[in-house]
């Protein structure tokens, strides 16, 4: 067990003093939890590890920054550190996928797994992986990686507040001004993303409160009234556009966040674009003459009401 934790802390070029696990994460043959990092004491990655009766241990983590990482570890291994080591997997022995692993002590080594890569996707909906490396050939049972993925995911977002212990004397890690521009670049790619996508389905969420709430419009009701009950009926569109805002609230701050927060100030974000379009709606109609207690115009193409014949 304390074999695995060590990989585990290893898995990210940790110190083997990093604190954790904390909690418990248990999902099929998969068991690990939350580690910190031993010189701030903050949250630094989730991580669980399966073993198998060839004698290696899998490793899967992913970071604060959601970073994924592949690992696996042999007791006998005799890898030389530092160097990298051309693998070959096989997924169902239909899916090859050639790749380069970090060899980060004589007895591990890691495999970077891209969040939207067909690596990761094959690691979630396979049965069965092989890992060839030269003459060597191990072959794993891909149990309940489709639910255990998803665990890590949720342990990051809970454990963004996590605080460990902090080693006296432990040396700092500094990052270097090209790897912390390289971090700066990335983010505002994704929340310039971020923010098209939520444009868009803003959008289309406008429309259909356009349509929704048309008829309330030219009534005394006030624009948040109106804006609530047309959110009911384009509640796909505002449920969207709450999760997009989520996101780019958690890019925004550079880490996962208390989702009930993030989630209750989205929804408020939501509530008051909806709000202005419904008071920018009525300005507009008032502009055009009419008012809050006037009925809708009639149509040009409505016939003319006829006078009723007598017999």
């Known amino acids: 067990m304390r074999a695995a934790a060590v990989a585990l802390i ?163 890690q500094a990052q270097t001004p090209e790897t912390t521009e390289k971090e700066r670049a990335a983010r505002a790619e994704k929340k310039a993303l971020l923010e098209k996508t939520r444009d868009l389905i803003r959008s289309k969420m406008l429309a259909c409160i356009g349509r929704e709430g048309a008829p309330m419009l030219l009534t005394d009701e006030k624009a948040e009234v109106v804006a609530k009950a047309a959110m009911l009926f384009c509640k796909d569109d505002v449920d969207a556009l709450t999760n997009a805002t989520i996101e780019l609230i958690e890019t925004e701050e550079g880490r996962p966040a208390n989702r009930g927060v993030v989630r209750e100030a989205a929804e408020k974000r939501v509530q008051e674009a909806v709000t202005a379009h419904i008071i920018r709606a009525r300005g507009e109609m008032l502009g055009k003459g009419q008012r809050p207690s006037d009925p809708p115009p009639a149509r040009p193409s409505d016939p003319a009401p006829r006078p009723s014949q007598m017999l």
């Open 10 to 172: 290893c898995l990210l070029s940790l110190p083997a003093e990093a604190a954790g696990p904390f909690g418990k994460i248990v999902v099929g043959n998969w068991s690990g939890g939350t580690f910190t990092n031993d010189q701030t004491g903050t949250f630094s990655h989730c991580a669980v590890s399966a073993r198998y009766k060839s004698g290696v241990t899998m490793l899967t983590s992913v970071t604060a920054q959601f970073s994924w990482l592949l690992g696996f570890t042999k007791p006998d291994w005799k890898l030389r550190t530092g160097e990298t080591l051309n693998l070959r997997l096989v997924f169902d022995r239909s899916s090859t996928i050639d790749v380069t692993a970090n060899i980060k002590s004589p007895t591990l080594l890691t495999i970077a797994m891209p969040a939207q890569s067909n690596l990761i996707n094959a690691f979630r909906q396979g049965r069965y992986l092989e890992l060839i490396a030269n003459d060597a050939r191990y072959t794993f049972a891909l149990t309940s990686t489709g639910e255990m993925l998803p665990a890590l995911v949720e342990c990051v977002k809970q454990s963004a507040n996590v605080r460990g212990p902090v080693t006296p004397g432990a040396p700092a």
